[in-house]
């Protein structure tokens, strides 16, 4: 069984990892975010190995779903017939690659391994996982106020990105008030009958 | 999951993702490349904030909460942002964030 986990858990790093590569290193903005979708895919599958369904869940509903799917959208509409032509990378890219390493390498990966995690005590395998009634419960009590706050977040991001990417045209499409509509219709009754 | 595999090979992996992330967002000149970047950035967060909470505190929900809200910001940032790449195209005719300078001093 745990041999079992352990193959599972290294394909699933494998596809998110080698797809998270491909994301950053493919010319084609298409193919690239193509292998974006792979790589929360497998993210989704790790969070589900780790026992968060509810998260999972939310993972392929978001991301794969909806976040995926905008990128792809700005991708066609900003898609330019030119823009094949120039560098898809900056001149210097080997120094954000060293950066990367380096961060990895030298911080993260030392940090980490030699690190002993048992902060608290360890629960037993027994003992209860929080699953997603606790989280309903969760959100309707002590995280009431951050729940409303990320509701309002949601709708003035919503708007604020409505605005910004609103087309100027339709500003010439100007919707009339009534009383002006009234007139418009009056004038054009009367042109009517002076033909 | 808690006794075949170590918190610490969970937390490698999104070390890794994080850093891959991290090179996408620096090296790219298109600007939805750089957004794809930085999503993977948050997604690495994620998967520590739920590492940690299976791993160390199962029987809380907080680390799941916050996970929640980690994914409600990314996804107000990618809608404003992917809204700012728009724009941005409609009125410079380019995605290439190094031509975009004029603020530059």
Known sequence: MELLIQIIFVLISTLILGAAVMVVRTRNVIHSALWLIASFFGIGALYLLLEAEFLAIAQVLIYVGAISVLILFAIMLTHNVTSGEGHKFYQRWWLALLVSLMLFAVILVPTLVGQDWTITARPSEESAIAGAVEMGTAFMREYLLPFEIAAVLLLVALTGAIVIAYEERAQRRRILTLAQELALRKQQQQNHAEE | ?105
């Open chain 2, 1 to 105: 999951m808690i006794n075949a595999v170590p918190l610490s090979a969970v937390l490698t992996i999104a070390a890794a993702l994080f850093c891959i992330g991290l090179f996408g967002a620096m090296s790219r000149r298109n600007a939805v490349s750089i957004l794809m970047g930085v999503e993977l950035m948050l997604n690495s967060v994620n998967i520590n904030l739920v590492a940690f909470w299976r791993y160390l505190q199962p029987d809380l929900i907080t680390g799941q909460v916050f996970a929640i809200f980690v994914i409600t910001v990314a996804a107000a940032e990618a809608a404003v942002g992917l809204a700012m790449v728009i724009a941005i195209y409609r009125s410079r005719q380019t995605v290439y964030i190094d031509t975009v300078d004029s603020m530059k001093g």
